[in-house]
């Protein structure tokens, strides 16, 4: 696959399908979807609000951290930089099994403050409120 770059296709719904080095951009929904660099025709599926970035020059796109595959067999690990594909190191399954469980406890401990930081919003109206009853 030599010499073959991604080009950026805007649309505002991503295919279940994409082909080899397509990489579909929909800027409504911050996402992105792409065929993995490997060639295994696995649609990687990107999120583009808090987890890459995405900077497009000339309709090449550079994603912004690496992408690791780890929810396919191939678990393939790589940067896209100017449309290019640039293999980044490989990761064993017992690796991306640990950075996906650091992943939910970081999300788990969001929603915790979160949902925490809303209780407070809450009492805080309800106590305001408790002023005009």
Known sequence: MSGQVYRIIESERLPSQV???????????EMAAMACACGCGHR?????????????????PTITPSILVSDAPCLS????????VEWAQQWSKKMVDNVMQSQVRRHVEQDRKQTAKRSSMRRFVDWIASWFN
């Open 19 to 29: 082909g080899a080095f397509e990489f579909y951009y929909s800027r409504r929904f």
């Open 77 to 84: 690990h790589f940067f896209v930089r100017c449309g290019e």
């Open 44 to 60: 990687v599926m990107l999120n583009l609000l808090d987890q890459h970035q995405l900077i497009v020059e000339e309709g090449l």
